[in-house]
């Protein structure tokens, strides 16, 4: 069959394979002037360093947050330390107005380290909620300071439920609070309510640990006030740390959102 073909068969077809392969190398190196192509590199990606990793940012958040509270507590260890013998009205009105400036200032350290992290946070918002959760929390944790005794004559049936939906309400209103700013960035927000109602029975417990069995009768001002100071910063330290904790997960990347004023943008 391939001498009836006249030399045109399958087997010259293969023999002059090589040769037309040759002719088109040949006639792409012309083209080219003889530069031969590389396969494409990949585009180098941007270093790990470029990102803040989940480590820096709860390094970043425990000693901002920690500091915040601190200072923040401040205002209502000092204000429970001078009105200690004032009148009900005097407590509420000096203790809410403290707790006022305590989320303020917590808020404003929690919402720097936040905006490396969400550049369309407004930190006067972050501020604005977290000292009204902090009201909130204060005007329930103000009720024992002006009706311990009348509660303590309770009947136990009648303690608990009391004592417990107060509780909810001191350890889960800051949570609530930011949580209608967070929700905006993603769709782990309500994590937030959780975070922050752990972090504070942490941060409550340590405080009770550390400054109610220093306070003794008849101390000094400035000594009552050292103590509470010092109970703040344990308190301080529990409730960044658990926050802390939660927060990389809150704001993972696969589950941010865009807010609605950078989707206009």
Do not use: K
């Amino acid at each position: 069959m391939v001498t009836e073909y006249g030399g045109h068969g399958i087997g010259a077809a293969a023999v002059r394979l090589p040769n037309t392969l040759r002719h088109a190398l040949e006639e792409y190196r012309t083209r080219h002037s003889g530069a031969v192509v590389e396969p494409t590199a990949p585009e180098p990606t941007a270093p790990a360093s470029a990102v803040p990793a989940a480590r820096e940012v709860r390094a970043r958040w425990f000693a901002m947050v920690t500091a915040g509270e601190f200072l923040g507590f401040l205002a209502p260890a000092l204000a429970g330390a001078l009105i200690a013998h004032s009148s009900g009205a005097a407590v509420a009105a000096v203790m809410l107005t403290a707790g006022a400036v305590e989320g303020a200032v917590l808020g404003y350290f929690q919402a720097r380290v936040l905006r490396t992290l969400l550049s369309c946070l407004r930190i006067r918002e972050w501020m604005a909620v977290t000292s009204a959760g902090a009201v909130a929390a204060w005007s329930i944790g103000v009720l024992p300071m002006l009706y311990g005794e009348r509660f303590g004559a309770w009947p136990t049936w009648a303690q608990v439920p009391v004592a417990v939906s107060g509780s909810l309400i001191v350890v889960s209103s800051i949570g609530v609070a930011q949580w209608t700013v967070l929700r905006r960035f993603s769709d782990r927000s309500a994590l937030w309510i959780l975070a922050n109602a752990v972090a504070w029975i942490g941060g409550l417990i340590a405080f009770t640990v550390v400054a109610p069995p220093l306070w003794q009768p008849g101390q000094p001002l400035i000594l009552t006030a050292a103590i509470g100071a010092l109970g703040g910063a344990a308190m301080a330290a529990a409730m960044a740390w658990v926050t802390g904790a939660f927060l990389t997960p809150v704001l993972a990347d696969g589950h941010r959102r865009t807010p609605p004023t950078e989707r206009r943008s």
